[in-house]
């Protein structure tokens, strides 16, 4: 089963990025396939739904193979990236009939939650199953020390996700065949 | 197949009856059977999640023989109903793993869409699967006379949403067993 | 300066009674004049829009001589509590060009943030201002001992809310003379 | 009073632009300063909050010099476009106690609502205010016949936006000073 992960932000010095590799090596333990697909790798300098760009056919390619899908993005006032919406914008129903666990990152609190239910929505008209686990790594910038994870509640989190996320993908299968 | 409908309002001189009386007959013209969950028998004065109340149970035995569920609800400033929003917090686990199509209702041209997208967040917080389908009654006060609907095309647009909505039962349920 | 606060559940057990008795003591204590507007006091069984219940008109008396509202209300669901949807349905007009500051309660950790944002929408469409403070009680069921807060960091939190909606008040009530 | 109009969507054939174009002619006539910001003139390839590059001076100059704003722009995916956001998230103090009229544009019926929606809480983070007036440019691809608005009633919608919107700018100026 290949359940890639989305890192939803190319910004200099993204604290993302940590929670993002810390999922893609749980992910992996959990005996899925998995990769993380960097916007930075996905971008382009406008919206463009015709799948005719490099980048586009490149993502079509990820998405069209993936069982579920991953995002962890952080919240940018209250919003999700701008480099993140155009990524998503590029493909339109390959995402069709697959579970989608968003992973919020924030700074402050409260873990990029209203980044969750803005994205939640816009999955929604994707044809996307939003699952209802999902994870927030609040104050993202004391979280992590040498790479490791300080907080070791995360493991268990991420666990549950996958089991809600497995569920779909398994299930959502049996329909479209 | 059980589609049961809620009719979100309890409002005096309620126009949505009209949308959800269309819709039951033509989900039972789908081949499908179904029953209006009218608000205005499942009310309780508070907030109230203890599932001990006689319609908590009464509404309990209908969501968990249900497969599916169709709310059918205007919007009033922006949101959902206080009666429709009671009526779904009297239970938790029976939703889960449903799929869930919403109908808005408005006197204005957008059709109750701001409340579709506030109530499918709280259907993802209850395990629901929110479809993408959802429809739009838009002048409800001028699209019925004499009990029958003026624009014929909402039939096409009911049927586009029980596909979506049997689809996702049948699927769903295989994941269950 | 007339600074009421909206208590907005009825539940039985209501733990953000607390919460709404703690944001009243620390608005006296600004200066300010309040009073706790309970749910329980405007409850109607159905949406009623009419203003003629008398429960309208007591709270038209209120919001009408409002300066500013502060609603204190958990998050059920991911949304508003019915009760407090229904009381606010009741009036439209007499909203218009005040300020609004939510504080979210919740058993979790994430201070009932979803339910502050699907109010804001419901007060964009009331002509309310939305000042962009919000406060959060977290973890309600442990934050009181004795009737007090145990993180006293939450009166700073509530004053800084207070600053910014006594300026909107203030500077408010300028454009409408 | 100077009234910029953000043109939100820098995509290839973008339908918005006339949309953008129609406001500009109303704000001036209405008596206002105005100009189109176009997001084609403000893109980075990633999100920076850092307000030093020159895309992002040249957008303070403008905000910092702006009364109010007005958003144009196109809902896609039932979101913002990505390099609306981007452009957006430059700023930050810039915005503060500015109000903001937003302006939805789709192709089908239902105007962008869902990217208004969307759109305003980002806006209660910038520290804006929030009108109730929005303008939905529904079934653009037909909306305009050479250059010229085929529904005249939209010039009057405009007008009553800008009603609220220069009432808001004043009022909250007296405040600011």
Redesign the interface.
């Known amino acids: 089963m290949f359940i890639p992960i989305i890192l939803g932000?190319?910004?200099?010095g993204r604290q993302s990025e940590k929670a993002a590799q810390f999922v893609l090596e749980e992910v992996l333990k959990y005996g899925l396939e998995s990769e993380i697909l960097d916007v930075?790798d996905f971008?382009l300098?406008?919206?463009?739904?015709?799948k005719q760009s490099d980048v586009a056919k490149k993502l079509a390619e990820k998405i069209t193979r993936a069982d579920g899908l991953i995002v962890v993005s952080p919240e940018?006032?209250?919003?999700?990236?701008?480099?993140?919406?155009?990524?998503?914008?590029m493909l339109?129903t390959e995402y069709a009939h697959k579970p989608l666990g968003i992973c919020g990152v924030s700074m402050g609190?409260?873990?990029g939650?209203?980044m969750v239910?803005?994205l939640?929505?816009?999955a929604?008209?994707?044809?996307m199953?939003?699952i209802?686990e999902a994870i927030?790594f609040?104050g993202i910038q004391n979280l992590f020390e040498n790479g490791k994870i300080k907080d070791e509640s995360f493991g268990g989190r991420v666990k549950t996700m996958l089991d809600e996320l497995v569920?779909?993908a398994?299930?959502?299968k049996?329909?479209i065949k």
């Open positions: 932000t190319a910004r200099e930075r971008r300098p406008a919206t463009d739904a015709s940018y006032n209250h919003g999700y990236p701008g480099e993140l919406k155009m990524m998503l914008d339109y609190g409260l873990g939650v209203r239910e803005q939640r929505q816009v929604t008209e994707l044809h199953v939003n209802r927030y609040s569920w779909y398994n299930t959502l049996q329909g």
